[in-house]
């Protein structure tokens, strides 16, 4: 069991820095911006 708690938390890491690395490289960060914004107008609106 703590295994499978140790690889989901190098997973997420693994996964939190990929994503880091996507949103510098996408012109800093303003592609995943406006992906931000739709989905909280998206949430509101509901």
Partial sequence: ????VALTEELRGAMLVGFLRCYRLTSAGGFWNQVAKSILNRKLKQ
């Fill in 1 to 4: 069991m703590i295994r499978i």
